[in-house]
């Protein structure tokens, strides 16, 4: 053992000694979330609308504040009529815009219903189909005040609860499945280079005639990187929870013990393309190519699973990190224990099993 860890702390050393690597180990992580966790977001906030009230009655002023008041618009100013909201549209100072026509609550008092007319810009498509969603919900919220005042005699009323995530903030989505891209990309990247590094420093044949076991110079090489992995992994956890206001409801000691697994098997698997590889810019290529474009595609943060076809659905059973976004999910968002996750755990116990045999049997402990 005394040897062993020698060996750990020798690799120690090749990580604090190179400051790319560090970089890569900690920098590339936390950017990767703060860009996650921000930028690409499927919420809408703050765009620009412009309202056109002929009416200028209580009604048409009472759901200008609301829309004013919500954080998916931002009201610019009040147009004076139709033609102003071509020209604004060609300038590109405005996503939608709102008219109300004349005698609005008139018509809301006398015939209990009343149109208001609502233009986006179609030429982003999604963008305009949620705007316009967001103001019909508005819409239906303050009619929905309106009925509860009247007090008609029948009311068929629908109450809707979005479990887990009210707000339906984009981070809950895409937070854990961040964690799952930067844990299985860095781990991966990191030891793909390790052994690599080794044969084309020359020191490679030192190890195999040393009286070391070669078995033991992978576990070596392993360590660090999980405890370098379990650091990242809690700057991660705490970014999330005091930055972006992710929820978590679960255990903290579960949570680990799941990453701690899906570490495993990253680095498990960033072994085996370093014992298949002689040189380290093969090996990162392999690591960046093979797991950064899967981990993205097949994890289910961005696209959903469900809407692929059936054999993409397949391949997407293979990849670690899908597993591992349910298991986050589970325990953070939904505050689940492992009797619901047991199946996913499994999967990914399998999957370590498996990446680990393999790095053993593909390590060559001869050079020729």
């Given at each position: 053992?005394?040897?062993?860890?020698?060996?750990?702390?020798?690799?120690?050393?090749?990580?604090?000694?190179?400051?790319?690597?560090?970089?890569?180990?900690?920098?590339?992580?936390?950017?990767q979330?703060?860009?996650?966790?921000?930028?690409?977001?499927?919420?809408?906030?703050?765009?620009?609308?412009?309202?056109?009230?002929?009416?200028?009655?209580?009604?048409?002023?009472?759901?200008?504040?609301?829309?004013?008041?919500?954080?998916?618009?931002?009201?610019?100013?009040?147009?004076?009529?139709?033609?102003?909201?071509?020209?604004?549209?060609?300038?590109?100072?405005?996503?939608?815009?709102?008219?109300?026509?004349?005698?609005?609550?008139?018509?809301?008092?006398?015939?209990?219903?009343?149109?208001?007319?609502?233009?986006?810009?179609?030429?982003?498509?999604?963008?305009?189909?949620?705007?316009?969603?967001?103001?019909?919900?508005?819409?239906?919220?303050?009619?929905?005040?309106?009925?509860?005042e009247?007090?008609l005699?029948?009311?068929i009323?629908?109450?809707?609860?979005?479990?887990?995530?009210?707000?339906?903030?984009?981070?809950?989505?895409?937070?854990?499945?961040?964690?799952?891209?930067?844990?299985?990309?860095?781990?991966?990247?990191m030891?793909?280079?390790?052994?690599?590094?080794?044969?084309?420093?020359?020191?490679m044949?030192?190890?195999?005639?040393?009286?070391?076991?070669?078995f033991?110079?992978?576990?070596?090489?392993?360590?660090?990187?999980?405890?370098?992995?379990?650091?990242?992994?809690?700057?991660?956890?705490?970014?999330?929870?005091?930055?972006?206001?992710?929820?978590?409801?679960?255990?903290?000691?579960?949570?680990?013990?799941?990453?701690?697994?899906?570490?495993?098997?990253?680095?498990?698997?960033?072994?085996?393309?370093?014992?298949?590889t002689?040189?380290?810019?093969?090996?990162?290529?392999?690591?960046?190519?093979?797991?950064?474009?899967?981990?993205?595609?097949?994890?289910?943060?961005?696209?959903?699973?469900?809407?692929?076809?059936v054999?993409?659905?397949?391949?997407?059973?293979?990849?670690?990190?899908?597993w591992?976004?349910?298991?986050?999910?589970?325990?953070?968002?939904?505050?689940?224990?492992?009797?619901?996750?047991?199946?996913?755990?499994?999967?990914?116990?399998?999957?370590?099993?498996?990446?680990?045999?393999?790095?053993?049997?593909?390590?060559?402990?001869?050079?020729?």
């Amino acid at each position: 053992m005394k040897q062993f860890f020698t060996f750990v702390k020798k690799e120690f050393y090749h990580v604090f000694r190179d400051r790319k690597t560090l970089l890569m180990l900690f920098g590339l992580p936390i950017a990767q979330i703060m860009l996650f966790g921000f930028a690409l977001t499927n919420e809408i906030k703050d765009s620009k609308i412009m309202v056109v009230d002929y009416a200028n009655d209580s009604a048409s002023k009472e759901i200008i504040q609301k829309l004013a008041a919500s954080d998916q618009f931002e009201l610019q100013k009040s147009l004076m009529s139709h033609r102003e909201i071509e020209a604004a549209f060609k300038q590109g100072i405005v996503n939608l815009a709102v008219v109300f026509p004349a005698n609005f609550n008139s018509d809301l008092l006398s015939q209990n219903s009343a149109q208001i007319q609502v233009i986006a810009d179609a030429s982003d498509p999604n963008k305009a189909n949620s705007l316009t969603n967001y103001v019909n919900n508005i819409v239906r919220d303050y009619q929905q005040e309106r009925v509860n005042e009247s007090q008609l005699p029948y009311q068929i009323q629908a109450e809707i609860r979005m479990l887990y995530n009210p707000e339906l903030k984009g981070a809950t989505n895409f937070v854990p499945g961040v964690m799952a891209l930067v844990l299985v990309l860095v781990c991966v990247l990191m030891t793909s280079i390790s052994i690599v590094r080794e044969k084309e420093n020359g020191t490679m044949e030192i190890l195999l005639v040393s009286p070391f076991n070669p078995f033991l110079v992978i576990i070596s090489k392993a360590v660090p990187y999980f405890v370098l992995s379990l650091i990242n992994l809690t700057v991660i956890l705490l970014l999330s929870i005091f930055l972006m206001e992710m929820p978590f409801e679960g255990s903290l000691l579960l949570f680990y013990a799941e990453s701690s697994l899906l570490i495993i098997a990253a680095l498990s698997l960033g072994l085996l393309i370093s014992n298949s590889t002689d040189s380290q810019q093969t090996a990162m290529l392999l690591a960046l190519m093979g797991m950064m474009i899967p981990t993205m595609l097949f994890t289910g943060f961005m696209f959903p699973i469900e809407n692929m076809p059936v054999p993409l659905r397949i391949i997407s059973n293979v990849v670690p990190s899908k597993w591992y976004y349910i298991i986050v999910k589970s325990i953070m968002i939904k505050g689940l224990g492992f009797s619901a996750i047991w199946k996913e755990t499994l999967v990914l116990v399998g999957m370590t099993a498996f990446f680990l045999f393999v790095s053993f049997k593909k390590f060559k402990i001869r050079l020729a």
